[in-house]
Each structure stands twice: as structure tokens, then as C-alpha cells.
């Protein structure tokens, strides 16, 4: 049996308690201990609020087992299917869809809080495609399109330190390109350098960049009647911002096109220092892959594709956790004095932890007190 969380790991989850969200207070104490796992139930002094201290992660009110949670976490992340996992785990289908759910629901929370105060040099924008049910071409006017048909991802990650800091799924329209490059600027730190911005052609990103990165001016009046002129937005001198344009061929890449949008005459210096011989998109492209090959339901050519959209959203959420906390990236090993190689998760070389999360660890987090 793991060894359960340290008290001073956990805070009080009831919102009118002072200490609420608050860790290390020593306020907790546990009144009794439960269920095959040892589960410990929990009581506030300041508040004398009584509860679980699974109470708010993804395995509050699972029956299963917490070793077959883990597992079955880790099956749906092996490129395994509910039905796969299901049998493999030997646990019923909807046990795995459950905790496939709540499970992306936490993830999504514990993304929310863990990722932010950023400092990256560029960041990297794609979209990647998915479907749900059945693919946009057999969509017929009786489907529901929030429902079925094509489902995209829009990404963003950090190149440097192969972070995700961007999901943003549902239909690939300029509504959803403007929120995933909105919740990415909302990741960086207040201190933080404005990082240069490489996507690919896609059109809504130049005014989605500039709506977000932009500088409003106030519009000069032409006349004293009426509302005020809505502000300019203007490109501000450090932002640099290039698309990457693959054009195909028979089905192959013919040329790639560099077309700078935003800081032309910068373009070539960020590009040096970054390292690179070229503007690019290949550590997104390279997420992308990844992904594809972790979760079944993005697998072109697949029977296990999602048949609801929440499973699919939820499950997108789980990969991302994983990848960022949880998976090591070689390209990311540091070589030590001793001649050793250490190994780093996203997170480690982003700053945001220091130390690699197992499944386990991740399944007993909770958002609240992040």
C-alpha cells in the first residue's frame, strides 16, 4: 500500500473556514481512516468541517482500488481504448469512462493552477485535428455539430522546455484561436519578456496576436457627436511573430515558406538567439505526434475514436498532465558532474516543479489551495 499524503500536503476544502485552500496551518487532524486504501477522513479545527481527503481529486467518491485507478489511467495513456482498458484492468467499461471523466475535469483544474508565471522565450502555436462519432463529410442536418464531426485542439507550447501551456479544444474557427492565444498570454509572468510567436498559415492568428500582444491608442475625434471612436491596436516594437507555411505537393512538402508578420527587420536576431537555424513549428508538430501515439481516441485510422465529445475533451486533459508532469522528454536530460544523465519532465525544465509526479501523486492532487 503507497504511503498516504503528508497533512501538511493538504488544506481545509470548506470555502467559509480562514484556512481554506491554505497548507502547512496544522489544522487538520484525522478523525478516522476508511476503505481497503486506508483512506484517511479529516477534520478542520478552526472550522470543525469533517471530510475526506480525497475531497477534490480525481479519485473522491471512486470505489476502485487505488492501484487499478492507476492503472487504468495509464492503460488510457498507453494508446489503449475503454473497452481495452476495461478488459485488461478487469474492471467494467463504465468504470473506466467514469474515471476517465472526472479524472479530465481535475486534470483540467490542476493545469489551470499549475501552469502559469511563465517565462518563455517563444511560444508555438498549431491546431490538431480529431473527430468525434463520425467525420464531418457523414454529418447529416439531424447531428448535433457541437456534438459530431471534426474536433480540433488548438496548442501552444514552449520549444525550450517542451511545456504545454495552451488546450483548447472544440471547433477550429478564429473563436477559439483568439482564446487559445488569450489563456496563453495569461500563463506568462508579469515580468516576463513578450516571447516571439511562430504558427502556421492560418489567417485568424494575426488578429488574434494582435488583439491580445496589440497596444491600444485612443482614435483620434473627428467630431464632437456621438460615441468616441473605438482604439487602435498597434504592434508593439518587441513583438516578432513569423508564420511557418508548408505547401504540399501529392500529399508531400514541396516548400516551406517563412512569412514574417509582426518585427520583420528582428525576425533573423530571435531566430539566432534562440538557437536556431530557421523560424519553425517543430517541437508543437512534434507534441502533436506525441499525442497521437498516447491517446487512442486521436489515432488516425482507429476504432477507438470518441464517440462524446467529453470523454474525448476529458482525455485530451489527462495526456496533457501527464506529458507535462509525469513523462520524461529526453531531449530534456541534463548531463551531470558524475556523467549521468537526469531526467526532466516539462514542468522540471519550466520551473514549475522539481521533481517528477507519478500517477498516483497526480490522481491525489487537488486545485483547491494551488
Keep these: 500500500m503507497e504511503t498516504r499524503p503528508d497533512l501538511e500536503s493538504l488544506s481545509c476544502v470548506n470555502p467559509e473556514c480562514k484556512e481554506f485552500g491554505q497548507r502547512g496551518k496544522g489544522n487538520l487532524s484525522v478523525r478516522k481512516t476508511y476503505g481497503r486504501d ?6 478542520c479545527s478552526s472550522c470543525s468541517e469533517e471530510f475526506s481527503e480525497r475531497k477534490g ?10 492501484s487499478k ?21 478487469k474492471v467494467a467499461k463504465d468504470s473506466v469512462s467514469r474515471l476517465n471523466r472526472i479524472t479530465g475535469r481535475v486534470f483540467k483544474s ?18 490538431k485535428w480529431a473527430f468525434t462519432e463520425k467525420k464531418q463529410k457523414n454529418v447529416t442536418s439531424s447531428d448535433d455539430p457541437s456534438q459530431v464531426g471534426d474536433h480540433w485542439d488548438v496548442n501552444c507550447i514552449d520549444p525550450h522546455s517542451k511545456l504545454l501551456l495552451t488546450l483548447v479544444p472544440g471547433r477550429r474557427t478564429s473563436a477559439s484561436i483568439k482564446t487559445a492565444v488569450a489563456d496563453a498570454a ?6 516576463a519578456p513578450r516571447p516571439a510567436i511562430f504558427t502556421d498559415g492560418e489567417p485568424a492568428y494575426e ?23 473605438l482604439p487602435i491596436m498597434r504592434v508593439p516594437h518587441d513583438l516578432v511573430y513569423a508564420q511557418v507555411i508548408k505547401h ?18 528582428k525576425l533573423d536576431e530571435v531566430v539566432e538567439a534562440l538557437g536556431w537555424q530557421k523560424a519553425n513549428t517543430s517541437a508543437i508538430e512534434r507534441f502533436n505526434l506525441t499525442d497521437r501515439c498516447r491517446n487512442a481516441r486521436k489515432a488516425r485510422k482507429s476504432l477507438t475514436f470518441s464517440k462524446k465529445s467529453r470523454l474525448h475533451d476529458a482525455q485530451s486533459f489527462i495526456s496533457v498532465l501527464l506529458y507535462n508532469f509525469h513523462h520524461c522528454n529526453r531531449s530534456l ?13 516539462p514542468a522540471i525544465a519550466a520551473g514549475l516543479s522539481e521533481k517528477i509526479f507519478s500517477v498516483l501523486e497526480l490522481l491525489r492532487l487537488s486545485a483547491i489551495g494551488r
Aim: charged residues 25%; aromatic residues 6%.
Design 38 to 43: 486506508q483512506i484517511r477522513y479529516l477534520r
Design 57 to 66: 481529486t480525481a479519485l473522491f467518491n471512486s470505489k476502485i482500488a487505488e
Design 69 to 89: 485507478a492507476v492503472s487504468i489511467i495509464e492503460h488510457l495513456d498507453s494508446r489503449c481504448g475503454v473497452v481495452a482498458t476495461a478488459r485488461l484492468v
Design 110 to 127: 490542476l493545469h489551470n493552477v499549475l501552469v502559469k508565471d511563465l517565462h518563455p522565450q517563444a511560444l508555438q502555436f498549431d491546431e
Design 186 to 191: 495569461s500563463r506568462l509572468a508579469l515580468d
Design 207 to 229: 488578429e488574434a496576436i494582435l488583439e491580445v500582444f496589440g497596444k491600444p491608442y485612443a482614435s483620434p475625434r473627428t467630431s464632437n457627436l456621438g460615441r468616441p471612436p
Design 248 to 265: 504540399r505537393q501529392a500529399g508531400k512538402v514541396s516548400e516551406v515558406e517563412i512569412r514574417p508578420i509582426f518585427g520583420k527587420g
Design 333 to 345: 536530460s541534463l548531463r551531470m558532474e558524475d556523467g549521468h544523465w537526469q531526467k526532466r519532465t
